[in-house]
């Protein structure tokens, strides 16, 4: 199972920050290490787009509108993934949803006001 949650509100301005989570149950530690885990966003009518993932051999990439601002991390003994956002903006405002392999989380909406 796949659980996405925000660390605090779901709503900021312009320039604020927030941290969301993603955590794997019922995986052992080297699964969890080996799969692809990744954080996506969608905006009613257009599609999910990847922001930010962490493949199995321990490479990171991004989508370049959040280079510099999201940071992703992972805690493999919580078998759990981090977005940090900072320097958030309105165009960052989408439901957010994380991903382990093949499977989903439910997504959380991130609002970012101007």
């Known amino acids: 199972e796949v659980s996405c949650r925000r660390l605090g509100g779901g709503s900021v301005q312009a320039g604020g920050s927030l941290r969301l989570s993603c955590r794997v149950s019922?995986?052992?530690?080297?699964?969890?290490?080996?799969?692809?885990k990744a954080w996506y966003r969608q905006v009613p009518g257009q599609v999910r787009e990847l922001v930010a993932e962490?493949?199995?051999?321990?490479?990171?990439n991004y989508a370049e509108s959040v280079k510099g601002r999201f940071t992703l991390s992972k805690d493999n003994t919580k078998r759990s993934t981090y977005l940090q956002m900072t320097s958030l903006k309105p165009e960052d405002t989408a439901v957010y949803y994380c991903?382990?392999?093949?499977?989903w989380g439910q997504g959380t909406q991130v609002t970012v006001s101007s």
């Open positions: 991903r382990f392999g093949l499977s």
């Open positions: 019922g995986t052992i530690l080297s699964v969890f290490w080996s799969k692809t």
């Open positions: 962490i493949t199995g051999d321990g490479a990171i």
